[in-house]
């Protein structure tokens, strides 16, 4: 029965182990680390998957060079594209270096810029980068129509069967260098490739494994698929998690993660990046969002993991330095520890300072103070960052203002006013 499967979706665990003996001398057979720390947290055995120290820092040469090693002369000749928000260029660069095969990559303009210099690093002359759009989706149109136009090879990020078969060899590793059986494996979902190829090669060689796809809260295609039964286009998406933000999934990626994906968690940015912060000041370990997914959603599991055998993929390092603001933002926010307030202060004498000595707490922070009105600074409405010690203070804070006679707006519940001002 689970040949059958197989072929029906034309990808083969012989495909896989295939593929793996094509990428071992190329890619890093990456660790497989026990974390003590998350292990004692959750009562489970907690490994991490380490592609993170791959040699583009993602899983994602694999799929990539293994694609590009099947090209024939002709196709060689003409070059490649492909559209990626980072991680897959990467890879497709490193491979276009090695293999001497010119590349064009679309990006789109939110790519983080640490993803676009080191597609320039790996690719060198091999490669042209083009940034359009916003989204991974915008990229993709456009690097469809340069393929046509130029009679290039379009190098798909994940709904390739090759693509697929190279991202499962990280399934290959797992099971070779795990000595205990494995309960759960945690991916992150993007387009669905890594899912797809390391479930097929687990679920056959370990069937009682349960695979869990996680998602981010602002791109849940996978999830919203699996609940039309068939796949759809995400109106909007969220990018901050750049790696797994897609508005529309893979058909051959679907096909597969429905026969194989126990279950898919989606977890807010917030909590990603909550995730991100613990894993850099617990670990010393830098991920990207994407990465960060699946540890992020042990918390989320947790009932189910006691006492089990866990592993998480963590899929990529790619991280941004400039980010870490934004992403301790975030972090704060879905934590309760920060909130913004649009405070309308009375028109009379000491207004600010009673704020300051009978509304704010003993340990609350000051983080953002600017009037909204700049011709009358002496009164009138201001916008208020506040940072909390621990989430339990906000109750009380906002009952003093009450009681002061301060009349606010709270900027974080309303979504619109908060992308507006912060």
Do not use: W
């Amino acid at each position: 029965m689970e040949q059958q499967v197989k072929r029906k979706h034309g990808v083969y665990v012989e495909d896989i182990l295939i593929a793996y003996q094509t990428l071992k001398d190329v890619v890093y057979h990456t660790p497989l680390q026990k974390n003590e720390l998350l292990s004692e947290r959750y009562d489970c055995h907690v490994y991490f998957k380490r592609e993170d120290l791959q040699v583009v820092r993602s899983f994602k040469i694999r799929g990539a060079y293994y694609r590009m090693k099947s090209l024939c002369e002709e196709e060689k000749k003409n070059g490649i594209v492909c559209a990626s928000a980072g991680n897959h260029a990467q890879g497709v660069a490193y491979s276009c270096r090695v293999l001497g095969v010119h590349g064009k990559i679309y990006m789109p303009s939110t790519t983080p810029r640490q993803k676009v210099s080191q597609v320039q690093f790996f690719g060198r002359e091999f490669v042209d980068i083009i940034l359009v759009g916003d989204t991974f989706d915008d990229s993709y149109e456009q690097a469809i129509v340069c393929a046509k136009k130029e009679q290039r090879t379009f190098i798909h990020p994940f709904d390739d069967e090759a693509v697929i078969a190279g991202q499962g060899t990280v399934g290959v590793e797992i099971l070779n260098d795990c000595e205990e059986p494995i309960d759960y494996v945690f991916a992150s979902i993007g387009g669905g490739g890594l899912i797809s190829g390391v479930g097929t090669y687990i679920k056959s060689i370990s069937p009682t494994t349960k695979l869990i796809g996680i998602e981010p809260e602002g791109a849940p295609s996978m999830k919203k698929s699996f609940e039309a039964k068939e796949v759809v286009t995400l109106n909007g998406i969220d990018p901050f998690v750049d790696g797994a933000a897609v508005k529309r999934v893979g058909e051959k990626t679907f096909t597969l993660a429905k026969e194989l994906v126990d279950d898919i968690v989606v977890v807010p940015e917030g909590k990603v990046c909550t995730t991100i912060l613990q894993l850099y000041n617990e670990n010393a370990i830098v991920v990207e969002p994407a990465g960060a997914l699946p540890v992020a959603a042990l918390d989320l599991y947790k009932d189910h993991i006691r006492g089990k055998t866990v592993v998480c993929i963590i899929s990529g390092g790619n991280n941004d330095i400039g980010r870490m603001q934004e992403i301790k933002e975030r972090s704060m926010i879905y934590e309760g520890l920060q909130h913004y307030f649009i405070v309308n202060f009375p028109q009379r004498a000491g207004a600010l300072r009673e704020f300051l000595d009978e509304v704010l707490g003993p340990t609350d922070d000051i983080t953002l103070f600017e009037y909204t009105k700049k011709n009358n600074k002496d009164s009138g409405p201001a916008l208020v960052g506040i940072e909390l010690k621990c989430r339990e203070d906000y109750g009380p804070l906002v009952e003093r203002m009450k009681k002061k006679g301060f009349p606010f707006m709270e900027v974080n519940k309303d979504s619109s006013l908060f992308h507006l001002l912060i």
